[in-house]
């Protein structure tokens, strides 16, 4: 099972920090991805972190355009956890955000339907 947690209601310039943890697996092994949807709008890559491990590209994060800069990804193999630090939150941050597991390529993508194992997802709300 995949969990994710630290969501919430923020002010806009403020600061979350989500985090996602498996129950029944490690996630050091594999490529782990944030994503968001908006209710009626497609679900958009965030950020993505590979294994430390990976024979190839170990260690890469990737993040969009839209967040880089401001969100930083971070894992925790002692803990079982990847992080997303988000800063300088903006009203159009919120989103029900997502992580994911690539359990197959090893390689970090921002596409979903690289994505095999998905959590229920937390929401974040940015606003006054």
């Known amino acids: 099972q995949l969990v994710e947690s630290g969501g919430g209601l923020v002010q806009p310039g403020g600061s979350l920090r989500l985090s996602c943890t498996a129950s029944?697996?490690?996630?050091?092994?594999?490529?782990i991805g944030w994503f968001r949807q908006v209710p009626g709008k497609e679900r958009e890559g965030v950020s993505c972190?590979?294994?430390?491990?990976?024979?190839?590209?170990?260690?890469?994060?990737k993040y969009s355009d839209s967040v880089k800069g401001r969100f930083t990804i971070s894992r925790d193999d002692a803990r079982n956890t990847v992080y997303l630090e988000m800063n300088s939150l903006k009203p159009e941050d919120t989103a029900i955000y997502y992580c994911?597991?690539?359990?197959?390529?090893?390689?970090?993508?921002?596409?979903?339907?690289?994505?095999?194992?998905w959590g229920q997802g937390t929401q974040v709300t940015v606003s006054s």
């Open positions: 994911a597991v690539d359990r197959i390529s090893g390689y970090c993508s921002l596409t979903s339907r690289a994505y095999d194992y």
């Open positions: 029944d697996f490690t996630l050091d092994r594999y490529v």
């Open positions: 972190s590979n294994s430390n491990g990976a024979m190839m590209d170990a260690g890469m994060t």
